[in-house]
């Protein structure tokens, strides 16, 4: 199998929105898909104090109070809704820390439930509006997919992979990652930003080529 790096923070939609083509790209085809999948932390703001921020006015801080908010979050709309997503960005309260999301996301891989995990803690933040800094958001995310809760719970509790997960971000900044999503394809090809699933299914073709080659 290829492995696919998925670089993301779970406070990007469009990190959403690139995962559930991916996911859609690779449900439409026919038997085993080629990708070892393994997600990595990128925070877009890990200066976001533990307990959150009233996002509403740490978006206006960021980008103004001009319309691109509002126009922002109807394309993304639009186009999440062609991804099957239902994004409902007014339900959103808080501007959350996203550490613990990527540790939990992190403690997910022995498992194989990384993009569940994370698909999850999208789907919690953008669909539900709920905060995915909150250790019970959490705990009741690792229980849907199928994680021990209880064990979860207690990792949230201490310090347990904090500085694991600074330095993976780190690293990733030092590889040139500067924006997510980031997809490296095979360790060797990178790509950037929310791609139709068109461009996946297409990609998938050139790798069942390139293998069936003597």
């Known amino acids: 199998m290829t492995r696919l790096d998925i670089h993301s923070d779970v406070v990007c939609p469009w990190c959403y929105l690139g995962a ?3 996911l859609k790209a690779l449900a439409a085809r026919e038997g085993e898909h080629p990708f070892a999948i393994r997600w990595h932390p990128f925070q877009l703001d890990p200066t976001i104090p533990p307990d959150g921020l009233d996002r509403a006015a740490y978006m206006r801080a960021k980008f103004g109070d001009d319309g ?3 126009a922002a979050h109807a394309r993304l709309a639009t186009m999440g809704s062609e991804a099957g997503i239902a994004f409902r960005f007014e339900r959103i309260a808080r501007a959350p820390n996203t550490l613990d999301a990527h ?6 891989a022995p498992q194989a ?3 569940s995990t994370a698909m999850a803690l999208f789907r919690r933040y953008f669909e ?3 905060d995915i800094s909150d250790a019970g958001v959490l705990t009741a995310a690792a229980a849907e997919v199928g994680l021990d809760a209880a064990a979860i719970a207690r990792l949230l509790a201490g310090d347990t992979d904090r500085d694991a997960v600074r330095g993976e ?3 990733a900044a030092e590889l040139g990652i500067s924006g997510v999503p980031t ?13 139709p699933p ?3 299914s297409r990609l998938m073709g050139e790798l069942d080529a390139a293998a069936a080659k003597p």
Do not use: C, H, K, P
């Not at 540790?103 to 997910?108: G, S």
């Not at 490296?184 to 791609?195: K, L, P, T």
């Open 20 to 22: 559930a083509n991916l």
């Open 113 to 115: 439930l990384q993009t």
């Open 183 to 195: 997809f490296i394809v095979g360790g060797r090809y990178a790509v950037s930003g929310a791609q």
């Open 103 to 108: 540790r939990l996301i992190r403690w997910a």
């Open 128 to 130: 539900e509006g709920e």
């Open 68 to 70: 691109r908010i509002d």
């Open 198 to 200: 068109e461009v996946w």
């Open 169 to 171: 971000a780190r690293a």
